[in-house]
């Protein structure tokens, strides 16, 4: 019998258990399992929905200044449980503390842009658009919407859906990553003590089967999903069969261009927290760096080693850690292989980050950095997003080929080039077919009051997460026409089709 603290769902306002089967959150630091999660069945699943739509009626007409209060409380809330928020979020997932105050800042940043949903809910009026005709569109909310969250950031990716959902007037159900679900379930506790009725927001844990119900019940209207390609792909292909509107953002594979005029120390500072933070485990983290030139190459790899060498690995509760550990023992197992097999395809091993050993933790799932020289197109290495602290360095001879490589690759998530030429820089983010760019910048994740989304197989839907965006993937255009005939008046019959000439 597991003593195991034992977390179950978030139903209608109240903790609620639900599903015979459940599996276990590990502490990736140690190696060791410290909770017990209920696998929400399709009953349960159920029972979040039923919930969410019986809240829906009145959250709809509820004001939007209103509903945008609470965000604003939720906000405040945020920011007063940071501590306990983020020792949750280090504890499941391994990043380093001030890695995950600068995921919980991103994601309250978020709740701070949907407090401004009013004025995006603001519809468009014309008046006179025939002889005392007046006409206006208005954003309706869609009813019960859903989301489906990864591990990598298990406060923000949320807060990048439902605070804009609920804002505009839905409801929601929540499923979040089964690998770190505390810190997310702690951020839906704090959004009903900010004001949120029961049954706006709901909590499901769970795996495959409570995400099926999710995308095939057919009280969901719209599903938003952030995740690994495969995955994303299947969502979106069964949220559409099932005729929900859907946004499916899948993996990534980012490359950084330094270009030989680039201001290498700064390239490779730039570089350092793009590829190792938060152990390679982000969607925008850059884990190849295409270098122009062979003595651009040098360079850069030259000054990798050495701050390489500096980096400290340990766990992220310790002061001082720069990278914490993989978030599971499969998870390691398998990025520690991408590494053997870049090793079997001929790409040059610089750094060998596996045999990194951090005393009193030799349970934990650490890999340290790995830098591999001579990376190829051909190679799986290459080609797979590996998502851990292993970098590969692209030699090319000019910028066009450079940008052919990332045209080419199946990723359009993010990318940046690193240069001290305006024509470049410019010719680079006009024509590059990638969805969020940089220059001189490596991690180009957009502002709150901006829309995030890759290109190609980065994600599968027509509108981006949160930003403007997300106001109208949540939301309906209702177009009203409007004509008040004097009494008195009478009108004759029109079986032309009514036009303005
Ligand atoms: P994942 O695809 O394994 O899981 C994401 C969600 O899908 C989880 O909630 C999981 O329970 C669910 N899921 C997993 N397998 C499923 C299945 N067979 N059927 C239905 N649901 C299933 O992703 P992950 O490992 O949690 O997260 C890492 C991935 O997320 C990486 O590929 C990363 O690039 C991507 N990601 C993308 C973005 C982005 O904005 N594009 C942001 C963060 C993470």
């Not at 490596?442 to 190609?456: D, E, M, Q, T």
């Amino acid at each position: 019998m597991s003593t195991l603290p034992t977390i179950g769902h978030l139903i209608g306002g109240q903790l609620t258990q639900g599903g015979s089967r459940s599996t276990e959150v590990f502490n990736p630091a140690t190696g060791k399992a410290e909770k017990k999660l209920l696998l929400a069945d399709k009953l349960t699943v159920e029972q979040a929905i039923a919930n969410a739509q019986a809240a829906f009626p009145e959250w709809r007409n509820t004001p939007p200044l209103k509903r945008a209060r609470v965000m604003s409380k939720l906000k405040v809330l945020l920011e007063e449980h940071a501590d306990a928020l983020c020792a949750l979020v280090t504890a499941e997932h391994g990043k380093v503390l001030p890695d995950a105050m600068g995921e919980l800042q991103r994601g309250i940043e978020n709740v701070e842009y949907a407090s401004y949903a009013p004025e995006l809910l603001k519809g468009e009026h014309s008046k006179n658009v025939g002889p005392a005709i007046d006409s206006w569109s208005e954003f309706q909310a869609l009813g019960v919407t859903a989301g489906i969250t990864p591990f990598n950031f298990p406060i923000m990716v949320p807060l990048w859906m439902w605070p804009m959902a609920v804002a505009c007037g839905n409801t929601f159900v929540l499923k979040p990553s089964e690998r770190d679900p505390s810190s997310t379930m702690l951020v839906a506790q704090l959004a009903l003590e900010a004001g949120l009725p029961p049954g706006v927001l709901n909590v499901v844990n769970g795996d495959k089967e409570a995400v099926d119900t999710l995308l095939t019940d057919p009280r969901v209207k719209a599903i938003s999903f952030v995740g690994s390609t495969p995955i994303a792909e299947y969502i979106y292909a069964t949220g559409c069969a099932h005729g929900k509107r859907v946004q499916a953002l899948g993996g990534a594979k980012n490359h950084a261009v330094v270009m030989p005029d680039a201001d290498v120390p700064n390239a490779v500072n730039a570089l350092m927290g793009a590829a190792y933070g938060s152990c390679g485990e982000r969607c925008m983290a850059i884990p190849l760096v295409v270098a122009v030139g062979d003595a651009t190459a040098d360079a850069v790899i030259a000054g990798l080693k050495v701050e390489i060498a500096k980096m400290k690995v340990g766990p992220g509760t310790t002061a001082g850690m720069d990278m914490g550990p993989l978030v599971t023992k499969a998870h390691f197992e398998k990025v520690k292989g991408y590494v053997d097999q870049g090793v079997a395809e001929g790409a040059t091993l610089v750094v060998d980050g596996r045999g990194v050993q951090v005393p009193g933790h030799e349970q934990g799932y650490f890999l340290g950095p790995c830098l591999f020289d001579n990376v190829k197109p051909g190679m799986v290495t290459y080609q797979e997003e590996i998502f851990g602290p292993v970098l590969g360095v692209v030699r090319v001879e000019t910028l066009q080929e450079a940008m052919d490589l990332i045209d080419a690759h199946e990723y359009g998530n993010g990318t940046c080039i690193f240069t001290r030429d305006g024509e470049a820089a410019r010719y680079f983010t006009d024509n590059i077919l990638v969805g969020m760019v940089g220059v001189n910048v490596p991690l180009p994740v957009p502002v709150a009051y901006h829309s995030f989304g890759g290109w190609k197989r980065s994600l599968f839907g027509d509108l981006h997460a949160y930003g403007p965006d997300a106001a109208r993937f949540y939301t309906k255009r209702k177009t009203i026409t409007q004509r008040w005939p004097s009494a008195g008046v009478r009108e004759g019959t029109m079986f032309s089709f009514p036009s303005s000439k």
